[in-house]
């Protein structure tokens, strides 16, 4: 499993599988489900993410920092 943050459009991409995706489920305003054939889940979109979860406490890797070379490890975010 690979989670992912998009610091400029504040989505979290939480990948299952690298399963082809053939539809996407709308679950609420800001949360999306990517499904295979079979209907298992193959990845989640949650869009205004540190609105909507516990984003600081989350360890992931940050997508689009305006940095010139951003950081490749991961990394822990802990604010409080």
Known sequence: MKVTYFHDTDTALIEF???????TKEISENIYIDVDASGNPVSMTIEHAEQNTDLPNLSYMPIGYAAPNPPLEEHTENHQ
Not at 17 to 23: G, K, P
Request: hydrophobic share 30%.
């Open 17 to 23: 599988s690298t399963r082809e995706v053939v539809e």
